[in-house]
């Protein structure tokens, strides 16, 4: 088993009303030697924005701001805006996050060139009930219980309102691919993956076509114990010599509750559909009592990394309610997973 050093809390929630009852999930990014960290921050209600601080060094907080740096703008988002990532692709930086009206939960799409001023791409993730994705799953031969059970709210939501399936967890590869656009989202129970052109493309024909060849879309499916009930994307992929290391979360059932670890996979660096590998183990797990009692209970939810030298940072939610960091030697990292290579 590789080696995790737990480094410990780094950020906690504050009696400023927009992140005095949670803060957590962090999108992470370098930019001119500074680390930014755009963090989801909590007010009551469970209404999320997003915050905003930098650190000197990986674990050292050296400025943080006193109001959210984004805010819900759409009646698609009037609940919240949650769980942000980041990337650079050429000279943009792409920040997505989850959109909450209150019943649909989509992934968003924010831009800019400078990390102060964004620019609402909207809503990239698809727009489909429950019922039009069961006709096309059944189509594809797939079988409409596996994801029946984690559409429950879906099914059983009465409202005059459109209501679509929760599409959350959206995360650009950090360049693109042969000249497209790559990145990952997820309907629950499994992680899927799009590759496009333009952004302006994703528009309805396209996912009609996707979804009419759903099963060749999905990236990664529940496979060990530790993520045996659901998993979804955490960081954005890191380009390494063996493949695009991906650190996602596992969910397990048990009788107190879903347990939230840290999980490893490497995927092909051209076609990056593809799985090279993936540890049988969870790389973290809660185990610190911070990450075991809190707002929701065990969870340790990844979201971002940097890497210094040889030393991968991956920072995380812990329990819902503060950002911990976990680091781990990025060279043993992949010879362990290079390890389990297919």
Known sequence: MVEIKKEGIILRKTNLSFENEGILNPAV???????????????????????????????????????PIIVPESEYEKHGTEDPRIVKIDDLFYITYTSYDGIN??????????LKSWKNE???????????FKFLSELEG?????YKRYNEFQLSHTDSDPIFLWDKNLIFFPRKINDKFYFLHRI???????????????????????????????????????????????C???????????????VYDTVNGYVYNACAALLSIENPEKEISRLPYPLFKPEKEWELKGEVNNVCFPTGTIVENDRLYIYYGAVDERIAVASVSISKLLKELMMYAV
Not at 105 to 114: E, I, R, W
Not at 122 to 132: A, D, F, L, M, N
Not at 193 to 212: M, T
């Open 142 to 146: 797939l079988i409409p219980e596996k």
């Open 188 to 234: 629950r129970p499994d992680i899927q993956i799009v590759s496009v052109k333009n952004i302006e493309d994703l528009n309805f024909d396209f996912w009609q076509d996707y979804f009419s060849h759903f099963k060749d879309h999905i990236l990664l499916s529940p496979k060990y114990n530790h993520e045996s009930s659901y998993i979804g994307g955490g």
């Open 122 to 132: 909207g809503i990239i993730v698809p727009k489909i009930s429950y019922e039009e």
């Open 236 to 250: 954005p992929p890191i380009e390494t010599e063996y493949g695009w290391l991906m650190i996602y979360h596992g």
């Open 29 to 67: 990014i370098k930019e001119n030697n500074k680390i930014h960290l755009f963090y989801r921050a909590v007010a009551k209600g469970n209404f999320s924005t997003v915050g905003h601080c930098i650190l000197s060094d990986p674990l050292t907080i050296e400025k943080r701001s006193d109001s």
């Open 105 to 114: 939960a989509l992934g968003t799409l924010k831009t800019s060139k400078d």
